[in-house]
């Protein structure tokens, strides 16, 4: 059974910075996606990144481009979201997910849904005060 647990998340002013991270264990997930979606009071889930676990090819979305990075270390079993130069409008639940890789990945088509994403993780809060 695949598990994913997010750690990481907390309170912080605008323009801080915040490291989540995702411990994953169930499985070996070589040919697996893993992925951060988050969600905002009355909104939503909106994807934020993810990441090829074999290869490391990474995906992020047009909001946090620039300010968000998506990376594992598969030693670890562990995909963090480096998030810098945080904005109020990213307070939101963030969650961690999992799933095989779909077909299109290296042509750029990210699952966007979240319904396309089997495995979830509890979430975390963030919270940008301004």
């Known amino acids: 059974q695949v598990q994913l647990v997010e750690s990481g998340g907390g309170l912080v002013q605008a323009g801080g910075s915040l490291r989540l991270s995702c411990a994953a264990s169930?499985?070996?997930?070589?040919?697996?996606?893993m992925g951060w979606f988050r969600q905002a009071p009355g909104k939503e889930r909106d994807f934020v990144a993810a990441v090829s676990w074999s290869d490391g090819t990474t995906y992020v979305a047009d909001s946090v481009k620039g300010r968000f990075t998506i990376s594992r270390d598969n030693a670890k079993n562990t995909v963090y979201l480096q998030m810098n130069s945080l904005k109020p409008e990213d307070t939101a639940v963030y969650y961690c997910?999992?799933?095989?890789?779909?077909?299109?990945?290296?042509?750029?088509?990210?699952?966007?849904?979240?319904?396309?994403?089997?495995?979830w993780g509890q979430g975390t809060q963030v919270t940008v005060s301004s």
């Open positions: 169930g499985r070996t997930f070589r040919g697996y996606a």
């Open positions: 997910v999992a799933d095989m890789l779909p077909e299109g990945w290296y042509q750029g088509k990210v699952p966007l849904d979240p319904r396309q994403w089997a495995y």
